[in-house]
């Protein structure tokens, strides 16, 4: 029985509240009652009593602050038998007054809780959406070694734009997309949950990354206007920007096309070099209608212990409050001979140390070490 009352009262307590909080309003009732009996007859402090259920809805949940209202009560009528007797109006209105505010305190915190579990049911069905839509990446695909960070630009929010995804070929590679679609809200998730779509059907099937490249346009330019009608083909333009790789296993190179998107940086030692493409195409959506032949691919050295960094603008664009953009060229050269799981940590709170905790954009980022050949 006394195992079944201690489920019970611990369930009361919402999540990250603290249980040992409760010594406030017992200390609170405690001191005003023994005050209050002690005190001369025209001192009252019973009045004080309502601040215990009041506090007590700060940190618990509706049956720790229903205890909390009915200690008080049985304070104050402890009060007034010691002082005046319970025949007295004072006492009577002060009883009353204490039982009416302990409801409405109880009330809030069902409220409240109902709330908050609502709020759970969605979180959970959203924590479920992002890991359909933006599945972890192998942490081990033939010689690299891979990982992924994604950090939403409201805390509460589990989805937004930035997107990437690994595939691997049987051609012995690997093929890895980093994008952000434009804008925000319910349209970006739609449009990312596209991209991943096309990449996820087409990366292993398709011969060349030009070809990919070509299928995730068309798609893409597909899907956002089929049911736009002729005088809205030219409004709210739907694109992303993004990086198509392909990391042989057996060829110490990578194999890039950028369709807009901030460059990739390669970490070897000390020094950091931006794979910076001859040419920087047009962000998917807007740049298949010219074929193959538009998508220039770029081929760059990426030998054993070398580390390749993806990210969206989101990194490179976040500002603090002075205004100053993350350095994030100064800052990754730091954690060049870091595993990838522990740069992306070390770059998570460093980014959310200079934004302090704020975002203005989502932002992402994959880090890649080649271990062996």
Known sequence: MALRVWRVFRRSWQPGHAPALVVIPLGLIVA?????????PHIHLGPLLVAAPAITVAFAGARVTALMGALAVAAQVLIGVLREGLSS??????????????????????VRDRRERQLHRVRSVAEAAQSVLLQPLPPRTGPLRISGLYIPAEEEADLGGDLYAAARTDRHSTRLLIGDVRGSG??????????????????????????????????????ASQWRSQSQEDADEDFATAILLDIPDDDPVVHLINCGHPPPLLLRGSHVTPLTAEASHLPIGLGGAFGMAAYDVQTFPFKAGDLLLLYTDGVIEARNTGGLFYPFNE??????????????????????????????????????RRVSL
């Open 32 to 40: 005003v009652g023994v005050v209050d009996v002690l005190a001369p």
């Open 186 to 223: 319910l349209a970006s998730i739609n449009n990312a949950a596209l991209l991943l779509g096309a990449f996820r059907a087409a990366a292993h099937r398709q011969a060349t990354l030009p070809r990919l490249a070509v299928h995730l346009d068309a798609a893409f330019r597909w899907d």
């Open 89 to 110: 109006g004072n006492t009577q209105a002060q009883i009353t007054a204490l039982v009416v505010v302990s409801a409405v305190c109880v009330g809030i915190c069902v």
């Open 331 to 368: 800052r990754a050269p730091v954690w060049a001979k870091d595993d990838p799981d522990e740069l992306l940590r070390a770059l998570h709170d460093d980014l959310l140390a200079h934004v302090h905790g704020h975002l203005d954009d989502d932002a992402a980022a994959v880090a890649i």
